[in-house]
């Protein structure tokens, strides 16, 4: 499956049960004609169901549905629309549903502390290849892999029961250029390559460092001596 024109609408599922939210977010797109709500759900199930169905680019799910997790709606759409940008909007702030949802394959993670308007915002930085984190989560994750990481040992710089991952030129260009916070239209074009080789580099990437999105690509490339501190 190739990555959507970046000249069509924003194709956007909203999982949500929050009427007032929903709505919201329904009147502020439908002034925005770079985007497209394809449908809306309000329970775990019917979120399933959709995933299943509607081919989207942007997924918008809340964590705290009715009859279950979000985080098995997240699950089901990162198998099944591997170039989806999804990002949780959610009340959870702890570190048990902000790192199940990471591993999962979210991409963006975000607390219900700002107005549905400024949402737009975030779902144009998610497509274009960014990861919107509230700055508590972002700190959050930060302080995690602060206290996760252990003093180098001169006799094993790498740990024996991880070697290193070994990445081709290219996927080490774009690697750091995910580094340095560009966005994949923007190292398309560095690279005069196509957004959806750009997408192809990245989910190699993730493999070889076995990790599920940029934030722990970058922490797992630096710990593994890839990337210059």
Not at 63 to 70: E, I, Q
Not at 154 to 159: K, R, S
Request: proline share 5%; charged share 20%; aromatic share 4%.
């Amino acid at each position: 499956m190739q990555a959507p024109s970046s000249s069509s609408p924003i194709r956007v599922v909203l999982i949500e049960d929050d009427v007032n939210f929903q709505q919201a977010l329904q009147e502020i797109m439908q002034n925005a004609p770079d985007m497209q709500l394809l449908s809306v759900a309000s329970t775990r199930a019917k979120g399933l169901q959709v995933v299943e169905q509607a081919e989207m680019d942007v997924l918008l799910v809340d964590l705290g549905l009715p009859d279950g997790s979000g985080i098995d709606v997240i699950r089901a759409a990162h198998a099944k629309w591997p170039h989806c940008g999804i990002m949780v909007s959610t009340a959870f702030g702890d570190e048990q549903h902000v790192m199940q949802s990471l591993e999962a394959g979210a991409a963006g993670y975000l607390l219900k502390d700002s107005a549905a308007q400024s949402m737009l915002t975030e779902i144009r930085s998610l497509h274009a290849g960014g990861s919107p984190i509230s700055p508590l989560i972002a700190r959050q994750i930060l302080m995690r892999f602060r206290t996760q990481e252990k003093p180098a040992e001169p006799a094993a710089p790498l740990a024996a029961h991880k070697p290193r991952a070994v990445l081709s030129a290219r996927e080490q260009q774009v690697l750091e250029f995910i580094t340095k916070g560009f966005t994949a239209e923007e190292i398309a074009n560095l690279m005069s390559v196509t957004r959806h080789t750009v997408q192809t580099f990245v989910r190699r990437i993730y493999a070889k460092l076995e990790v599920s999105s940029k934030t722990e690509a970058i922490y797992e490339a630096r710990h593994q001596g890839l990337l210059d501190d």
